[in-house]
């Protein structure tokens, strides 16, 4: 049985964590604690992180430490999922290589490629394994499209477009899976409190939501990418001191990948998922995140093109299930959720992030 603990409820992912972890036959849930924050404390709303840890207590796992690495020494973990917030990232997986613990981080790796490097260079000097769960690694309907642009049916990709939103994690509305219900309303002046609106703790929707273009431009487009120009604006959370939509583009030899994301509007009503632009016609995805998704493909004269399927091994159900069939039976780990890939994922984050400021093109350096 692989033992394993949670590190951090900041991140509302962690209650879709919590319950993956315990619905996994080779996986236990053996401890839980969070990460002092240097943000002040809030009401504990639904998916704020005193709200996510009590919702974990009751729900899955009963073991809560106040001190993370007390929690460690004592348990001594297999695996420690790390939900904090993003600014915190680096400390903790050093604490937990430290110990000869391996880690799984939430997406993205880092709050940027400096501490990215950081992490890289804990995991190499200790000699842990460290991965990075991506929530849309788990998205069957993506695989499809994948195995649509593998097979060439409307020629090679030559653009990738996506867009993504929703009305901000604790935005009006907010729902993120693991909970049923959605967030309860809260103020302006309380969202300003939480970590996801200030931009020092790693808040934004940069690190939100820019990181699956990213993402998507690595795994697509490949690990070429040159340079990217980028916008950030706050346009309609004045509270807070973070970007709430950005667009971006991402220039490669012959190719290009333009990104786009939003905390003002939700994916259930725009046009959501990848796009990709090829030599000879297009391969969408339909329907959007929350309206059963699909890929379809068509060629340059808009009649539809038959694309393969693609039937995903149950490991790639979840985090969880991926990691304990990688250490049951020696299977790789799938790609982007390596330490190497999510280094090239944090270089073009990082790049946009600082074209956003300096206004410039920005070279991607990884």
Not at 170 to 189: I, Y
Not at 252 to 266: F, H
Not at 355 to 364: L, Q, R, T
Request: include cysteine; hydrophobic fraction near 40%.
């Amino acid at each position: 049985m692989i033992k394993a603990v949670i590190i951090g409820t900041s991140h509302m992912h962690v209650n879709e964590i919590a319950l993956y972890i315990t619905e996994c036959p080779d996986m236990e849930l053996l401890g839980t604690s969070d990460v002092p924050s240097m943000v002040e404390k809030i009401p504990a709303l639904r998916y704020t992180p005193e709200w996510n840890l009590q919702n974990v207590k009751d729900n899955y796992c009963k073991n809560v430490y106040d001190d993370y690495k007390k929690m460690l020494d004592e348990i001594k973990p297999d695996i420690a999922f790390i939900l904090t917030e993003n600014a915190q990232k680096s400390e903790v997986v050093e604490e937990c290589a430290k110990r000869m613990v391996n880690v799984c981080i939430e997406k993205p790796i880092a709050v940027s490629l400096d501490e990215a490097k950081k992490i890289k260079a804990s995991v190499h000097k200790y000699g842990i394994e460290a991965v990075v769960n991506w929530p849309v690694a788990w998205r069957p309907y993506l695989y499809k499209l994948k195995a649509a642009l593998d097979s060439k049916v409307v020629g090679e990709p030559i653009k990738l477009r996506y867009i993504n939103g929703h009305t901000g994690p604790l935005g009006k509305g907010a729902k993120h899976r693991g909970v049923s219900a959605n967030a309860e309303e809260m103020t302006d002046e309380q969202r300003s409190k939480t970590w996801w609106y200030q931009q020092g703790r790693g808040g934004g929707v940069y690190l939100d939501i820019c990181c699956y273009g990213c993402y998507f431009s690595r795994w697509i487009m490949g690990d070429s990418a040159q340079s990217i120009i980028s916008m950030g604006a706050n346009l309609n959370t004045p509270f807070g001191d973070t970007d709430d939509n950005f667009g971006a583009m991402v220039k490669y030899d012959g190719k290009m990948a333009v990104l786009e994301g939003t905390w003002t509007t939700p994916r259930a009503v725009i046009p959501s998922g990848p796009m990709v632009l090829c030599t000879d016609g297009v391969i969408t995805c339909t329907g959007g995140a929350e309206n059963a998704p699909d890929v379809k493909a068509y060629d340059i004269f808009g009649d539809e093109v038959e694309i393969p399927d693609s039937v995903l091994d149950e490991s790639m159900k979840n985090m969880p299930c991926h990691y304990s069939k990688h250490i049951k039976d020696g299977a790789d780990i799938f790609e982007m959720l390596t330490l190497d890939a999510n280094m090239d994922i944090m270089a073009i984050l990082d790049a946009a992030m600082k074209s956003s400021i300096s206004g410039k093109e920005e070279k991607i350096n990884a």
